[in-house]
């Protein structure tokens, strides 16, 4: 079932993709994963962006910021990284509104 929320737990044992493209990076977060990790989208700067229920992390402050929070309950984030060989299509995704 998609639409419930995610528990703790499911959201430590996820793998997150990390779009990397010449000159930057973002890690993909399904928001319900960041709810259940404790965040909001307020939690994050305008330098990442959002698309139909996905963030995307950046990655200088944001994701990591993210990561962290895998630390608190003891746990290894698992990522996979996609590599663009031009820019990211993402970058013209909508910025997070933040007040940061």
Same mark, same amino acid.
Request: aromatic residues 14%; positive net charge.
């Given at each position: 079932?998609?639409? /419930?929320?995610? !528990?703790?737990?499911? =959201?430590? /044992?996820?793998i $997150? %993709?990390?779009?990397?493209?010449?000159?930057?990076?973002? &890690?993909?977060?399904?928001?319900? *994963? &960041?709810? =259940? #990790? @404790?965040?909001? &989208?307020?939690d994050?700067?305008?330098?990442? $962006?959002?698309? &139909? @229920?996905?963030?995307? #992390?950046?990655?200088? @402050?944001? =994701?990591?910021?993210?990561? /962290?929070?895998?630390t608190?309950?003891?746990?290894? %984030?698992k !990522?996979?990284?996609?590599? $663009?060989?031009?820019?990211?299509?993402?970058?013209?995704? *909508?910025? %997070?509104?933040?007040?940061?």
């Open positions: 079932m998609k639409d /419930r929320p995610t !528990t703790r737990d499911e =959201a430590l /044992r996820c $997150y %993709i990390l779009h990397q493209d010449p000159g930057h990076s973002w &890690l993909e977060v399904p928001i319900k *994963n &960041l709810t =259940a #990790l @404790g965040f909001e &989208l307020s994050f700067s305008q330098f990442s $962006y959002q698309k &139909l @229920g996905t963030v995307y #992390l950046e990655e200088d @402050g944001d =994701a990591p910021k993210f990561i /962290r929070s895998f608190k309950w003891h746990q290894p %984030i !990522t996979e990284t996609k590599f $663009y060989r031009s820019e990211w299509p993402g970058r013209n995704y *909508n910025h %997070i509104q933040s007040g940061k």
